[in-house]
Structure formats: structure tokens, C-alpha cells
């Protein structure tokens, strides 16, 4: 059996005796379409769903989240993306017909997705460059891999934050010579934008993007802390958050207003920052990271102000672990293909399991067993925040619990876990580093014990992590351990330990070093499809 739409022949194909569910997408033009089922024998349909779909856009393919994602990269994404996005952002040097996803790239676009080139917004003052003119713009952008290469479908300049600069219009006026030639007419030009609604040459740009039937991929990376608020804030402050000019609804009224049309072209670009030694959105402890994106995706799924918005995005794979990537796809999923509007999970925006992982309240929360006297404190170090990459950073990050390593015993803090859901799976998290000399790139000498649960065999680990400000791994000047570990509850409640030597009989470690832990949580785990309890 065979389906096809229009000049998309065998979409779907079905040999004889085969009974699965299977999907395509394809883009098409607004209007009147013909579907045509054939077969060379009986068959049947027990359902058959037609659906108008966002374009779903994805920065970038092939980028390797954090984690083990228990098979290769490239099976990774055939499992866990490429089913649930329709346009990917690539790399230029993928285009290489040597380079290893080159075959990829080309089996993508055959089947109908979109392939769009990432190029720099050159000549701004984004990238602190004198402002090009429109010839200089158009010069640019017509030589870019994006426009040249036929196997990509355009480009997606990177990105206009909102300077009221004169190449902003230029751009917009090159944007529009490009698509009045024969030979781009067919290409696609996408921008990457934050505040244009504010000035004048961000209008002409957005009206120009609009004009050439391009897409405003409208950023809205937000932490789940943010300016003027602190670390504990509750779902009601993050809400009112969200509906503020710097969140979700207010910007979006601001282009509405100020940019007649552009949410027909706006695709909202989620961040979903979750990468240690990279940035990190996810944080504090507290905060469930997997609600806080879910509560965006159902603003713009819900709130009128969105209502006509063209597509939904997320930035970018190589800035997330394994986990978040897969349920951002998976908030692709539930809103922009199925059309839900219910939450996609009923989990708290607070998770109640552990308390105080930033030692913000002291030692509340935690029982400490000193190995010496004064040999634990909870204390602060300037800037552990900002080594961390706490995306936003407006409070916290810079507390944690120091430990000094004695000779005779460890030092011991634990802490209850609490409202567990027996047999689902969690992750415990943390991270530590040298307190005086963060440069130390060691794996230090630090035990974790989880009581009451199952370890998931082979999913736990601890990782040396750099400071991601640091450009070239033998420059890396700063350092600090990553300690993941996956469980599933036995009970309600499970019990955590933690100490400064290797274990119970062994420092393991330079007796008199001081470490210092933070970013101690216990969220549940998106488990991939067929391991969830």
C-alpha cells in the first residue's frame, strides 16, 4: 500500500502483512490538495490523520548532547528527533561531500525535511563590526553555503539582538534584492532576533524578513533564575515572569503591536541550556528545569497574544544533556504535532525531594558529622556561579558546602529524600570543585551513597568539567567535577550521603584539601520510550 500528497509519491509505503503506525511530513503551500491510496491487494486503514503542523525548527543537527546516549549519535537522533522536527540549523563544513553527515544531511532533505545553514550576522554591531551597507550585506549573504549549496534550503543569520543600527535595515533591503533574484527565489532566509520591535531598524528588518516570506526566530533563552529574582522564587513568580517583556507574553504583544503580521513569521526559539561546562538554564537545585520549558511551550500553545504563531524552535543540542534534548523534542511533539494544550507533565515546578542544594539557608535541611573540629561550613565563593555557567545569573551559585579533608575520618553530610514515587526513576545531581584553587583538574576524592533505591546499572557517573569561558582545551584554566547518578525509588523516601574521601576505609585524596559542593538536586527522570516504569 501507498500514500502520497500531490508530487510526493509513497510518502508512506506498507509491504504486504506489515501492521505499524508510520508518519511523514512534507511541506506545503496553503490550499487544496489531493491525497491518492493505492495497493496491489487488499488492505486496510484503520486510521488515517491529516494534520496542519507548525514548522518545527531545531539548532543544531548532529550536535552531541552531555551524556551517555546508549547508542551511537546518529541512531540517537533517528530515534529520539528527527521524528518530531521538520528543519534543522547546520554547520557549513557538513556540507563537505567527505564529511560524516553529509549522507545524513542529504537523506533528510530527499525525505522533505528542511536544511538551513547557519551564517554570522557580519558587519553589525552584534559582532562588534563596522556596519555593512546594502551592498556589503548582499555580497555576503549571496556567497554563503546557505544560498550556494543545493542541498541546503536557505540560511539563518546569527543573529540581530537589537542595536538601532543602520545595517539592521540594510540587511532587510539585501534580504529583498536576494529574493528578487531567479537564482535565490527558491532559497530561504531565516534571522536569529531578540528586541527589534524597540527600534526603527529592527522594524525595517523584521518588515523585510516578513516581506521575503522568511521567519523571525525570536530567542527566548530564559533561566529558570532571573534579574531581581532570587533563586527560590515560586511558580507564581515564574509565571509573572513569563508574561513580562523579558519572558514570553509582553514581547510577544510588542511585535503584534509594533510589527503588524510578524507573529505569522515569528518561530519561538526555546533555549534549553543543560550542559555542565557549557550553560546551564537549569538551575537552582530547586526547580524542576523539564516543567519550567513545558510552562513556555503552554503559554504560546494557550495565551491569544500567540495565536497565528508560525513555528516552534529550540537552540541548541550541544548546549543540552541527553535528557532535555529529548523532552524538548518531546514538547515538539505534544503541542506543535499532536495540538495539545494541556500540560505535558504534572510534575511541581519545585521538586520537593531535596532541599537546600545551594547551602543558601545554611546547613537547613542536611545533618553534618564533622571529621574535626571547624573541618565543615557552608560559606561562599566569589564567582563559583559564573565558573558553573549559570545562564542568567542574577543570585546564588556562589554558596556551597565547604569540606576540609581530615586523616582520621571523612567528613559526612545527608539528607532525606523525600515524596519519591515508588518505581519511577530520578537523577541525583551535584557538582564540586577545589575551594582554593579551582585550576585543579582532578577528579576528586568524593563518595555518594543512595540509600533505599536501585542504581540503574552503568548510568552513574562523575565527570571533570572546564570552565566553558576557556576557548581551547589546553588553555582550560578552571575546572570542576559533575557527579550524575540514576535511580529508581524503592520507596517514598530514600536517604543520601555524601563525604570528602573516596570511601568509607580510603581519603583517596590530599588530606587538608578543601572542596566545596553545590547545585545538590533530585528531579525525576524522562526516561526514552519503552523504560519508563
Same mark, same amino acid.
Given at each position: ?222 533561566? #529558570? ?115 495539545? #494544550? ?35 561550613? #557552608? ?155
Amino acid at each position: 500500500m501507498r500514500i502520497s500528497v500531490d508530487d510526493y509519491k509513497d510518502i508512506i509505503t506498507f509491504e504486504k502483512n506489515e501492521k505499524t503506525t508510520k508518519e511523514a511530513m512534507r511541506f506545503m503551500p496553503a490550499g487544496d490538495h489531493e491525497l491518492v491510496v493505492s495497493s496491489d491487494g487488499p488492505c486496510r486503514i484503520e486510521s488515517l490523520v491529516i494534520r496542519s503542523i507548525p514548522e518545527i525548527l531545531l539548532h543544531e543537527f548532529m550536535g552531541r548532547p552531555f551524556g551517555d546516549l546508549g547508542m551511537p549519535l546518529e541512531g540517537f537522533y533517528a530515534k529520539h528527533v528527527m521524528p518530531n522536527v521538520n528543519t534543522f540549523v547546520g554547520a557549513p563544513s557538513y556540507m563537505a561531500e567527505d564529511h560524516d553527515f553529509h549522507r545524513i544531511f542529504k537523506t533528510w532533505t530527499q525525505d522533505g525535511g528542511r536544511l538551513l545553514l547557519a551564517c554570522p550576522a557580519r558587519g553589525t554591531p552584534d559582532l562588534n563590526e563596522p556596519s555593512f551597507t546594502v551592498e556589503q550585506a548582499y555580497e555576503f549573504m549571496s556567497s554563503t553555503a546557505g544560498l550556494t549549496n543545493p542541498l541546503a534550503d536557505g540560511i539563518i543569520i546569527d543573529e540581530f539582538t537589537g542595536h538601532n543600527d543602520a545595517s539592521y535595515s540594510n540587511y532587510g533591503k539585501a534580504i529583498l534584492q536576494l529574493k528578487a533574484e531567479p537564482r535565490f527565489k527558491d532559497k530561504l532566509v531565516y534571522v536569529y532576533m531578540a528586541t527589534l520591535h524597540s527600534f526603527e531598524h529592527g522594524r525595517e528588518l523584521v518588515k523585510s524578513v516578513m516581506n521575503a516570506e522568511g521567519t523571525l526566530a525570536w530567542e527566548r533563552y530564559l533561566p #529558570t533564575s532571573w534579574n531581581d529574582h532570587p533563586p527560590n522564587s515560586s511558580e507564581r513568580e515564574a509565571r509573572n515572569f513569563l508574561r513580562t517583556e523579558y519572558g514570553l507574553v509582553d514581547g510577544a504583544l510588542y511585535y503584534r503591536d509594533r510589527c503588524p503580521g510578524s507573529i505569522e513569521h515569528l518561530a519561538v526559539c526555546f533555549g534549553f541550556f543543560s550542559k555542565p561546562g557549557g550553560h546551564l538554564s537549569n538551575w537552582p537545585p530547586s526547580v524542576n528545569y523539564k516543567v519550567y520549558l513545558d510552562m513556555q511551550f503552554n503559554i504560546v500553545a494557550n495565551d491569544p497574544v500567540f495565536w497565528g504563531t508560525y513555528g516552534l524552535m529550540g537552540y541548541h543540542t550541544s548546549y543540552s544533556d541527553e535528557e532535555t534534548l529529548r523532552w524538548i523534542c518531546r514538547l515538539f511533539r505534544h503541542y506543535g504535532m499532536e495540538g495539545n #494544550t494541556k500540560p505535558a507533565t504534572d510534575d511541581p515546578y519545585r521538586s520537593p525531594h531535596l532541599v537546600n542544594g545551594d547551602f543558601n539557608d545554611g546547613a537547613q535541611g542536611w545533618q553534618f558529622a564533622p571529621a574535626a573540629e571547624n573541618s565543615m561550613r #557552608t560559606g561562599s565563593k566569589e564567582g563559583l556561579g559564573k565558573l558553573q555557567k549559570r545562564y542568567g545569573r542574577s543570585a546564588g551559585g556562589d554558596n556551597g558546602l565547604i569540606t576540609e579533608r581530615s586523616a582520621d575520618r571523612p567528613n559526612i553530610i545527608t539528607g532525606e529524600i523525600r515524596d519519591l514515587e515508588p518505581g519511577r526513576l530520578y537523577t541525583f545531581r551535584m557538582m564540586t570543585c577545589d575551594y582554593q584553587d579551582v585550576s585543579k583538574r582532578e577528579k576528586f576524592a568524593v563518595d555518594v551513597t543512595l540509600e533505599n533505591v536501585t542504581l540503574v546499572p552503568g548510568k552513574s557517573f562523575t565527570t571533570i568539567t572546564p570552565n566553558p569561558g576557556d576557548v581551547n582545551v589546553k588553555t582550560y584554566k578552571n575546572w570542576i567535577n559533575y557527579h550524575w547518578y540514576l535511580f529508581r525509588a524503592e520507596g517514598t523516601t530514600a536517604r543520601v550521603t555524601i563525604t570528602d574521601w573516596a570511601n568509607d576505609h580510603d581519603p583517596g585524596g590530599e588530606i587538608g584539601q578543601e572542596l566545596i559542593f553545590n547545585f545538590i538536586q533530585v528531579h525525576p527522570y524522562y526516561a526514552p520510550e519503552g523504560d519508563q516504569p
